[in-house]
């Protein structure tokens, strides 16, 4: 597998990658989704998504292979591949988080115990947590700072 190039701003033109990876690391990695919740969520994500101010990451051809979405110094998102898990597409898009906004939060679902491992080791510290997602949903969220 060819090294991801770059990280970029997304395009209009990219809304259908970015959904694609949303999906496709949603089926992957959030198996504690009830069906129906995937499906409303699905919708939620398809409405706003393509047309969100994400940062993507892209291989040397271009093409999207993770991306995130930072809202002030909250990042809202962060969906990688999962072709593209563990070769540092994560780590990069964060790296890049960081050198924008070095007070960085996110919240990952309780459930995700990967994606915790994952900041945790990026040097995020739990601040808190919430029962549900910010939806209401019965997910429980932990709140997660930069701490260097």
């Not at 770059?6 to 992957?28: N, T």
């Not at 994560?90 to 960081?98: C, Q, T």
């Not at 919240?107 to 808190?128: H, K, L, P, S």
Request: hydrophobic share 45%; with cysteine; net charge negative.
């Amino acid at each position: 597998m060819p090294a991801m190039s770059s990280i970029r701003p997304a395009r209009a033109a990219d809304g259908a990658c970015l959904l694609d990876i949303w999906r496709k690391a949603v089926d992957a990695t959030h198996d504690f989704l009830t069906p129906a919740d995937r499906t409303a969520i699905e919708a939620e994500v398809a409405a706003f998504l393509p047309h969100a101010p994400a940062w993507l990451a892209t291989d040397p051809d271009d093409h999207a292979i993770g991306f995130m979405l930072i809202d002030g110094t909250h990042m809202e998102a962060l969906f990688i591949d999962p072709a593209w898990r563990g070769q540092g597409v994560g780590r990069r898009l964060i790296d890049h988080a960081l050198s924008l906004h070095p007070t960085l939060t996110t919240d990952v679902n309780e459930q995700n115990a990967q994606a915790i491992g994952f900041y945790e080791a990026m040097r995020f510290a739990r601040t808190g947590r919430s029962d549900q997602d910010g939806q209401g949903r019965p997910y429980p969220l932990i709140h997660l700072r930069y701490a260097p």
